[in-house]
């Protein structure tokens, strides 16, 4: 069986100019050494009988299924970041409970009925599937990271909905041929270089009256922190913004009406290392005397949720 051959089939239409034959092209061993190992786990992931399916209250599927051979496909998708999903008896609990990001997310994008979403560095699809669950019609998820790709495909194998894609392929790489009526960037800007351009193309990307969401790790105060070298362990944070630089860039950007949606901690019951991200998570980046500082001696993560109208 062609693992592939549903997306190839049946890739989201109306997306002129985007490379999708290079993102169908990397689900390949040339473009990822683990391609063989992820691409025969998705081949073994047994059939499940009497499913149902609930993406509103959860990303749920209840059915009849072998356990122990789903669980054992499952775990070679190691490390899952995004979730939690639960199929049949299998609970995926992810290094991240991803479903309090929701809850703080959720009230903002509302009904989303017959809605166009691209979901900017969407790791494995998590949010489109909540995002399907509120009635979007559609939602365009981009990742260069092909693990998360190949863990979306075995969710999808369950939920059987269409309608949420994950394309490996970066922000870079997509052009500003289509207008979505909700762009989502979250997570990502503090690892852009140039965070200005990075919520100008967001803008390009969402039509007018349309909305753009920027959720970010954020420091307290005015100033935005440029790290000098890592932030929590992460190598590649170019800038932590405060509030105020991140509600400014989306204004310049042409965004109105302009608000923060949240502000929380990252606590370590909303991330950490669990059977199925085995890695170091959160407690291991916190300076252990001071849990107020990262490793580093900056501020601990704290995140926030801006939105933008596209007049
Ligand atoms: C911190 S995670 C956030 C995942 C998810 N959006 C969330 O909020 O939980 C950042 C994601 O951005 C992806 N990413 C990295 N570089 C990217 C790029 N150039 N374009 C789009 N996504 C990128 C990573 O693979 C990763 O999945």
Known sequence: MDILHNLRENLPADLPDWPLKRALARFSRDHHGDFDKWSNALENLPDL??????????????????????????????????????????????????????????????????????DIGCGNGYFGWRMLGRGAREVVGIDPTLLFCMQ???????????????????????????????????????????????????????RSGGHSIVESIVVEGSESL????????????????????????????????????????????????????????????LDPQNPQRTIEGHPAPVRAIVVGEKP
């Open 49 to 118: 009988l009497n499913r149902e399916v609930d993406l509103h209250d959860a990303v749920s599927v209840e059915g009849d299924v072998d356990t122990q051979k789903l669980t054992d496909a499952l775990k070679l998708f190691h490390p899952w970041r995004k979730g939690p999903f639960s199929i049949a008896e299998v609970l995926i609990d992810t290094e991240w409970r991803s479903d309090f990001k929701w809850q703080r997310l959720e009230n903002a994008l509302g009904d989303l009925s017959g809605q166009r979403i691209l």
């Open 226 to 285: 440029i790290p000098p070298g890592r932030y929590a362990r992460m190598r590649n944070v170019w800038c932590v913004p405060s509030i105020d630089d991140l509600c400014k860039w989306l204004q310049r950007a042409g965004f109105t009406d302009v608000r923060v949606l949240d502000v929380s901690v990252t606590t370590m019951e909303e991330q950490r290392s669990t059977q199925w991200m085995s890695f170091d998570s959160l407690i291991d980046t």
């Open 152 to 206: 979306h495909l075995a969710i999808e194998k369950y939920v059987q909905k269409p309608g949420n894609w994950v394309l490996p392929l970066g922000i870079e790489e997509i052009p500003n041929t289509t207008q979505f009526d909700w762009v989502l960037s979250m997570g990502v800007i503090y690892h852009r270089r140039d965070p200005q351009a990075h919520i100008e193309q967001l803008a390009a990307l969402t």
